[in-house]
């Protein structure tokens, strides 16, 4: 049982490039979401995701782009990449349902910078 | 709009008690707190239904006033291993649950020495 799986760990870009980062977690969760994490601000939500073919805008949702055509995954895509994202990004995921807990599980982080 | 935690950093001498708080201007359904490692991912501590119950988890407990929608986090006889930042993460009532969006504080910086 991996849990929830970021990759890449660690990513430098060029402004204007595009890139995706992955995240897969094998708990069979209908729950997933991306957060940005930026020193002082905590965590903030991107875009999240109830179930297969379901996503939604979170916070900061502008400059990335997110799709789930399965349950088990649920890329990040940075269109356009610019300095302001550069961060540090969680994938989450939880169960969803009666007997849910509640918990996010998070993944290691995937530290991006934008040159 | 992000809950408000407070203090924003706390600094302890192993054995002593602390006390985090977190407030939000909204009508919430549950808060959640986790504590993340420097270079981790957050780890889960507890979550609060609104209701005003307290939980307990060994040393470290937590309070939910939903009149006031502020949570605290009890840490009591405070070990090396509790040093780490603290979040809470709120959900908003929307007439149930929103199955883990949360919007997170911006965290409590806790250290504790021996």
């Known amino acids: 049982n991996a849990g929830v799986t970021q990759t890449p760990k660690f990513q430098v870009l060029k402004t204007g490039q595009s890139m995706t980062l992955q995240c897969a977690q094998d708990?069979?969760?209908?729950?997933m979401s991306w957060y940005r994490q930026d020193p002082g601000m905590g965590l903030r939500l991107i875009h999240y995701s109830v179930g297969a073919g379901i996503t939604d805008q979170g916070e900061v949702p502008n400059g990335y782009n997110v799709s789930r055509s399965t349950t088990e995954d649920f890329p990040l895509r940075l269109l356009s990449a610019a300095p302001s994202q550069t961060s540090v990004y969680f994938c989450?995921?939880?169960?969803?349902?009666?007997?849910?807990?509640?918990?996010?599980?998070f993944g290691e982080g995937s530290r991006l910078t934008v040159l | 709009q992000q809950p408000v935690q407070s203090p924003q950093a706390v600094i302890l001498r192993e054995g002593e008690d602390a006390v985090i708080n977190c407030s939000s201007s909204k009508a919430l359904y549950s808060v959640h707190w986790y504590r993340q490692k420097h270079g981790e991912a957050p780890v889960f501590l507890m979550i609060?239904?609104?209701?005003?119950e307290q939980k307990g988890h060994e040393k470290i407990s937590a309070s939910f006033n939903e009149k006031k929608q502020q949570s605290s986090l009890y840490l009591t006889a405070s070990q090396l291993s509790y040093s780490g930042t603290y979040f809470c993460?709120?959900?908003?009532?929307?007439?149930?649950?929103?199955?883990?969006?949360?919007?997170f504080g911006q965290g409590t910086i806790l250290t504790v020495h021996p």
């Open positions: 609060l239904l609104k209701g005003g």
């Open positions: 708990m069979n969760h209908e729950y």
């Open positions: 989450a995921s939880s169960l969803v349902g009666v007997y849910s807990t509640g918990e996010l599980f």
């Open positions: 993460g709120t959900e908003v009532d929307a007439g149930g649950t929103s199955y883990g969006k949360l919007t």
